[in-house]
């Protein structure tokens, strides 16, 4: 189970907190989340509450960061993930 929970001003960056696990079935719904965000300012991720990463929620997380998300809080599973495989092909 995933939870997406939207906040931000209207003139602040928003934030995205993603809680629970990131899987293969929840990619699409978060990349296309980020796709229809206003990226100006760019938009910050709130992973401090994500308990799961399989593979594609890995590769999807290494292409918000290369695409300019930035990660505002991350859990420690999850931050040693993404330091061990930034360009990873699973």
């Given at each position: 189970m995933l939870r997406i929970t939207r906040s931000g001003q209207s003139c602040a960056a928003p934030s995205i907190k993603l809680e629970g696990k990131l899987?293969?079935?929840?990619?699409?719904?978060?990349?296309?989340?980020?796709?229809?965000?206003d990226r100006a300012p760019a938009p910050?991720?709130?992973?401090?509450?994500?308990?799961?990463?399989?593979?594609?929620?890995?590769?999807?997380?290494?292409?918000?960061?290369?695409?300019?998300?930035?990660?505002?809080?991350c859990a420690p599973y999850v931050a040693e993930l993404l330091r061990r495989t930034p360009n990873a092909d699973y």
């Open positions: 899987l293969a079935p929840w990619v699409d719904e978060v990349r296309h989340l980020f796709a229809t965000t910050r991720l709130n992973l401090a509450e994500l308990t799961f990463v399989d593979a594609a929620g890995a590769r999807l997380l290494n292409e918000l960061i290369r695409g300019g998300i930035q990660i505002e809080s």
